[in-house]
């Protein structure tokens, strides 16, 4: 669900770079006053999986289009909304600066999209009044599948209404709402599966984290190592095997555009000089387009099979984002230790 530049005004791209911007700095002061540093290896390792399982996408039977989980509901259970928003603004960042995954014009709309929406509507709406205060396994598979397909629908909403606004492609709303939000509801409920797995899977081994983070408190003092170490070796066997299993159909947003239209293509008017500025910018950055070789991508189809640059991108992806990710968490970890002190506390 990640948009292209193509879907997206000027006007309308930077008025959800202004939003997400907004959003970000508030949940960077929140994370900041939480002064909790045991949930900075989390956000790395956390983004670090979000990135590899983004790279796999899976057949939605009979349809001919695919998916590949969002992350942001999975993120929010384990981090708290305002950490769980940072490490998605992380994520799409680097896939969209080094693997042109996502256009850069676009991306405070797919932050919003796939950050925001499941953090601060999904989450406390849907998954915690379902979840409630202590969830049963019944109940964490229930508020995460219904959660994970509220996240999904509203994302996929949120793209149709950012691309309606923009008036710059052939996309008229009934027509391309009629297909993006019934495909993302069964994108979504792959979504709430899998993320039903992770948390059953905190549950079972580290209960305490689950409890910790609904009830907003700090995880200083948990051993956090048997979680990380699993999410770190999870990454790498994501990104760098699984990744190659990865469903060549066109993602849910790809799909509907081809349905709506008839082609790839939206149908869109001439690029102006904001696209083609950040078309370019996105084209020297990106070390790994579409997660491949530059060379290979040039050849043949983004994610078509078994590859070493499949592998690279992977690996290099989740090694991205756990720095960034990591990096975002341990300076707002020092501001707050250099206010505290300046503060005399």
């Given amino acids: 669900m990640h948009m292209a530049d193509a879907l997206i005004s000027p006007a309308v791209g930077g008025a959800m770079w202004v939003a997400t911007a907004a959003a970000t700095v508030y949940c960077a002061k929140k994370v900041r006053e939480e002064s909790d540093q045991s949930k900075v290896p ?24 695919s998916g590949h989980l969002g992350g942001g509901l999975i993120l929010t259970i384990l981090l708290g909304p305002e950490a769980a928003l940072l490490v998605m603004a992380s994520v ?12 850069l014009l676009s991306l405070g709309a797919n932050i919003f999209n796939l950050g925001f929406l499941p953090a601060f509507i999904a989450f406390p709406l849907v998954y915690r009044w379902i979840a409630g205060a202590k969830p049963t ?10 959660g994970g397909m509220a996240a999904l629908q509203l994302g996929a909403l949120g793209v149709v209404l950012e691309t309606t606004m923009s008036g710059i492609s052939a996309l008229p709303f009934s027509t391309f709402v009629a297909m993006m939000l019934p495909i993302h509801l069964a994108i979504g409920v792959v979504e709430g599966l899998v993320t039903a797995g992770v948390v059953l899977f905190v549950a079972r081994t580290q209960p305490e984290i689950l409890e910790r983070a609904a009830a907003r408190r700090s995880l200083e003092g948990l051993d956090l190592k048997p ?17 190659w299993f990865a469903s060549t ?8 555009v081809a349905k709506v239209t008839g082609s790839a293509a939206a149908g869109t008017k001439a ?8 078309g370019a910018i996105q084209k ?29 991108a992977g690996l290099a992806g989740g090694v991205m984002t756990l720095v960034v990710a990591g990096t975002v968490g341990w300076i707002l970890r020092r501001r707050r230790a250099a206010r505290s002190r300046g503060a005399g506390i």
């Fill in 42 to 65: 989390l956000m790395g390792v956390l983004g670090a999986f979000i990135f590899a399982a983004q790279m796999v996408n899976f057949s939605i039977p009979g349809t001919g289009s």
């Fill in 92 to 103: 799409l960042t680097v896939q969209a600066l080094f693997f042109a995954d996502g256009g």
């Fill in 137 to 146: 396994r019944g109940r964490i598979v229930t508020a995460s599948v219904l």
């Fill in 227 to 243: 979680l990380v170490t699993g999410i770190v070796v999870a990454a790498v066997v994501v990104g760098g095997f699984l990744s």
């Fill in 249 to 256: 159909d066109p993602d849910g947003l790809e799909w509907s």
């Fill in 271 to 278: 690029a102006s000089a904001v696209h083609a500025a950040a």
């Fill in 284 to 312: 020297r950055t990106a070390l790994l387009p579409d997660y491949g070789f530059k060379t290979a991508a040039m050849k043949a189809p983004a994610r078509s099979g078994a590859s070493a640059g499949t592998s690279v």
